[in-house]
């Protein structure tokens, strides 16, 4: 099935499955999350009394998943550069796609370079973040 990977630096998975999984020379990561790799906190979300989330900041959150996608990267041996596809899950399209297409852009400032995306509404995801990555890179020798 292909040899699963665990990053240490990236936050643990909310699920039985490993970080990513190198299949030949293409690496499927897992769904990506904004939490902190050190408390496990969601970044950027603010909370009511009862744990209901009050607010949220869409950049904060896409900037954490960019830096954790980045670190089970880092753990496969793999480079920001070797991504080669991505989709993107927003549970607030309306709200969200313009700021986190402008953090998009400060990772991937060149569209020459940057990987295919796909960038889907959805209603929501297991944990409440705002936004979710799911990539795949193809690696080198």
């Known amino acids: 099935m292909g040899d699963a990977v665990h990053a240490a630096a990236a936050p643990k998975a909310v699920g039985s499955y490993p970080h990513a999984r190198r299949v030949g020379q293409l690496l499927f990561l897992s769904g990506i999350g904004p939490r902190d790799p050190a408390t496990n906190a969601i970044v950027g979300n603010e909370y009511f009394a009862d744990g209901r989330v009050r ?4 950049e904060a959150q896409a900037r954490a998943v ?5 670190a ?6 793999a480079r920001w550069e070797d991504l080669v596809d991505v989709t993107v899950y927003l549970t607030d399209m309306a709200r969200d796609f313009k700021a986190y297409n402008a953090v998009w852009a400060e990772f991937f400032p060149d569209p020459a370079n940057a990987p295919c995306r796909t960038t889907l509404g959805i209603t929501a ?3 409440p973040i705002a936004i979710e990555l799911k990539c795949i890179a193809a690696l080198k020798d």
Do not use: E, K
């Open 66 to 70: 960019f830096a954790n996608v980045r």
């Open 125 to 127: 995801l297991p944990t």
């Open 72 to 77: 089970v990267l880092d753990a496969s041996g």
């Open 55 to 58: 607010r949220y900041d869409i």
